[in-house]
Nanobody, 120 residues
Framework: QVQLVESGGGLVQPGGSLRLSCAASGRIFSINTMGWYRQVPGKQRELVAHITRGGYTYYADSVKGRFTISRDNAKNTVYLQMNSLKPEDTAVYYC??????????????WGQGTQVTVSS
């Protein structure tokens, strides 16, 4: 069974840091783009950052300079280092990956979500 498993969420004070991890498991041929989204109640899920297999990155303007996305292709894992956290970063964070289970076809997979709360 193919799945994305996230870890690393929690409660942190403003200005603090957290590191999220997401590991893909199962019979996976390869992984294309991996990324992180976030969602707060009543709002649409928004893209926070993504990274291609070759290491090209994209960040939402709201997190540029504070968040860093990285991946370990050997471990099928993507990370999100979040620094200088603000209360407005509070959300459920979801891992997303374009998984290739058979050569030539990629499909979208999502993790279960991990809560990040920034509060004093």
């Amino acid at each position: 069974q193919v799945q994305l498993v996230e870890s690393g969420g929690g409660l942190v004070q403003p200005g603090g840091s957290l590191r999220l991890s997401c590991a893909a498991s199962g019979r996976i041929f390869s992984i294309n783009t991996m990324g992180w989204y976030r969602q707060v109640p009543g709002k649409q899920r928004e893209l926070v950052a993504h990274i291609t297999r070759g290491g090209y990155t994209y960040y939402a303007d709201s997190v540029k300079g504070r968040f860093t996305i990285s991946r370990d292709n050997a471990k099928n894992t993507v990370y999100l280092q979040m620094n200088s956290l603000k209360p407005e970063d509070t959300a459920v964070y979801y891992c997303n990956a374009d998984l290739v289970l058979t050569p030539g076809r990629g499909d979208d997979y999502w993790g279960q979500g991990t809560q990040v709360t920034v509060s004093s």
